[in-house]
């Protein structure tokens, strides 16, 4: 009996240390938004998804990178497999026993395919034409379009914003103004200014279509790098696109850098004014990925395709391979 309480003490002594230094490791809100924040941002300045609801999903869904979905399979949003999903899997109880998810081999490319997933499932289309500022609309239309379950997942969300202060990412430099720590004052006054009020197309206006939030003759009209573009729809041409926007269709192939054969899919972005000379946000590199060409990242970026091609001292006709870094300014 004395051996055996003997070898019970000497168990529950060799676990202790293990079992102290799981409670040390687990990472804190706080350390989270720290480490994937710059993610976010760059993300809003890319997709226009707010920073703030990035965060906030990211901090929910994963428990802060705790959870054991997020440990096992680096997947942060609960993202499921699908249909269409062709990467690693892991298998987790969740809505119901043993159920499929996405697995990554970084927690950045769970962050990046949370962007490409809301950026192009239609069923999230409508959150785009909220400003990247409004979290609250965000936080309800991810609610209503099905992202989770949860009865209160919205806010769950909005209370997540609000307690760390996450709207602060979702303003022009909110990195660096977030963690310059703004005083108390400063943030009260900013979020009491805050309007969740859609606003309407001013008909008068000379360019009514050029406000990002504006829908125009059926088209939501979306805005990256400070450049207005719309999604081909079925059936959709150049000549169309012009005429709906009053654009000539060789101005309008010229915006988006493609020649007379050029012909246009369902969901392509289609530029309605100039593209920029380089990219206006934090990011300096864009990493090729499978699939992608000069034209598709200088789309994706709102950049000149000649002038992405001259940072990067590429010829703009050939093509480029997976893994390969492009400057963007």
């Not at 934090?282 to 090729?288: G, P, R, S």
């Not at 034209?295 to 709102?302: E, L, M, N, P, R």
């Amino acid at each position: 009996m004395k051996n055996f309480r003997f070898t019970i003490v000497y168990l529950f002594l060799a676990i202790l240390p293990s079992v102290y230094l799981t409670a040390q490791t687990r990472q804190t809100r706080e350390e989270y938004i720290e480490k994937y924040k710059a993610i976010a941002v760059a993300h809003m300045e890319r997709y226009g998804i707010p920073a703030s609801i990035t965060m906030a999903q990211g901090i929910l869904e994963s428990d802060a990178g705790n959870s054991k979905l997020s440990l096992s399979s680096n997947n942060h949003f609960g993202i499921k497999c699908k249909k269409h999903w062709t990467g690693a899997k892991v298998y987790h109880d969740d809505d119901a026993k043993g159920e499929c998810f996405r697995a990554y081999p970084t927690v950045e490319e769970s962050y990046q395919d949370h962007a490409e997933f809301l950026d192009s499932s239609p069923r999230y289309d409508s959150l785009f034409a909220y400003p990247s500022d409004d979290y609250r609309s965000w936080a309800r239309g991810l609610k209503a379009a099905g992202y989770a379950t949860a009865p209160d997942y919205a806010q769950r969300l909005v209370s997540i914003i609000e307690k760390y202060k996450l709207y602060l990412l979702d303003r022009e430099d909110g990195a660096a103004i977030y963690s310059s720590g703004k005083t108390a004052k400063e943030n009260a006054e900013w979020f009491a200014n805050q309007s969740n009020t859609q606003i309407e197309a001013d008909p008068s206006a000379p360019d009514p279509f050029r406000v990002t939030i504006n829908p125009h003759d059926g088209y939501g009209i979306y805005r990256i790098n400070k450049t207005c573009y719309v999604r081909a729809k079925e059936g959709d041409s150049y000549q169309s696109i012009g005429k709906a926007f009053d654009i000539a269709e060789h101005t309008l192939r010229k915006f988006n850098d493609v020649d007379r054969q050029a012909k246009l899919a369902e969901g392509d972005i289609v530029y309605i004014e100039r593209k920029k000379s380089h990219w206006l946000g934090d990011a300096h590199i864009h990493t090729t990925r499978k699939g992608e060409s000069l034209h598709s990242v200088s789309q994706s970026y709102g950049i000149r395709l000649s002038r992405l091609a001259r940072l990067s001292r590429l010829n703009p006709t050939r093509p480029i391979s997976e893994g390969q870094m492009l400057r963007l300014k």
